[in-house]
């Protein structure tokens, strides 16, 4: 199948900072990028839809300001988090589809944790 | 609302035993695909199978399999002769109008 690569797949960060996270289809174009965020033995929430060379689609609940998604080109998509408090602390997933391929793939995640 | 159920936080079965994984899902569209996703310990997400909801035919994968009744918006997912490497989260999923949407997962452990 294909690959899905996400970086970092940890990061610590200082309250009040930012962090990005980027995620990157190795050998697809990724047409769409979703965001999903995990807490501890949950299910993954989705938090925005990003298509390539557009503006990402925020969840109801998600805050744009805080969450910034860029979606430059058709194999990388980036989540930064803004001015991060420990409640951001999470793991974060990213996953990718082709426009004619019915199935996701998935980034390995990345855990942020914010002190 | 387009919402995933999976009525069954956590199960457990002997290694060799069949099991099958429950979930419900609602949704106007008549066009979508359904997916069950595992989760290891390492929390990436494995494709299990995937079945497209225009097909009457229920996808099968070696020992996994799934009984999908679209009338009744059921999915569900039968791992038969149950291995220890499948103790993992099982995440029931649906993709439509270009967006994924979760259930909450099932933890299943497969015991020795």
Redesign the interface.
Same mark, same amino acid.
């Given at each position: 199948g294909a690959v899905v690569s996400q970086h970092p797949s940890r990061v610590i960060c200082k309250s009040g900072t930012s962090v990005k996270i980027e995620c990157r289809s190795l050998d697809f174009q990724a047409t769409t990028m979703f965001w999903y965020r995990q807490f501890p033995k949950q299910s993954l929430m989705l938090m925005a839809t990003s298509n390539e060379g557009s503006k990402a689609t925020y969840e109801q609940g998600v805050e744009k300001d805080k969450f910034l998604i860029n979606h430059a080109s058709l194999t990388l998509s980036t989540l930064t988090v803004t001015s991060a408090h420990p409640e951001d602390s999470s793991f974060y997933i990213c996953s990718a589809i082709q426009g004619w391929v019915t199935e996701a793939f998935f980034g390995q995640g990345t855990r942020l944790t914010v002190v | 609302a387009q919402t995933v159920t999976q009525s069954q936080p956590e199960m457990s079965v002997q290694e060799a035993e069949t099991v099958t994984l429950s979930c419900t899902y609602d949704t106007s569209e008549s066009n979508y695909?359904l997916?069950w996703y595992k989760q290891p310990p390492?929390?990436?997400?494995i494709?299990v199978i995937?079945q497209?909801a225009y097909k009457q035919q229920n996808a099968t994968e070696n020992r996994f399999s799934v009984n999908f009744q679209k009338a009744a918006k059921s999915f569900s997912l039968k791992i038969s002769d149950s291995q220890l490497g499948d103790t993992a989260m099982y995440?029931c999923a649906f993709?439509v109008g270009? *967006?994924?949407?979760?259930? *909450?997962?099932t933890?299943l452990h497969i015991l020795p």
């Amino acid at each position: 199948g294909a690959v899905v690569s996400q970086h970092p797949s940890r990061v610590i960060c200082k309250s009040g900072t930012s962090v990005k996270i980027e995620c990157r289809s190795l050998d697809f174009q990724a047409t769409t990028m979703f965001w999903y965020r995990q807490f501890p033995k949950q299910s993954l929430m989705l938090m925005a839809t990003s298509n390539e060379g557009s503006k990402a689609t925020y969840e109801q609940g998600v805050e744009k300001d805080k969450f910034l998604i860029n979606h430059a080109s058709l194999t990388l998509s980036t989540l930064t988090v803004t001015s991060a408090h420990p409640e951001d602390s999470s793991f974060y997933i990213c996953s990718a589809i082709q426009g004619w391929v019915t199935e996701a793939f998935f980034g390995q995640g990345t855990r942020l944790t914010v002190v | 609302a387009q919402t995933v159920t999976q009525s069954q936080p956590e199960m457990s079965v002997q290694e060799a035993e069949t099991v099958t994984l429950s979930c419900t899902y609602d949704t106007s569209e008549s066009n979508y695909y359904l997916f069950w996703y595992k989760q290891p310990p390492s929390r990436q997400m494995i494709l299990v199978i995937r079945q497209e909801a225009y097909k009457q035919q229920n996808a099968t994968e070696n020992r996994f399999s799934v009984n999908f009744q679209k009338a009744a918006k059921s999915f569900s997912l039968k791992i038969s002769d149950s291995q220890l490497g499948d103790t993992a989260m099982y995440f029931c999923a649906f993709m439509v109008g270009g *967006k994924i949407i979760f259930g *909450k997962g099932t933890r299943l452990h497969i015991l020795p």
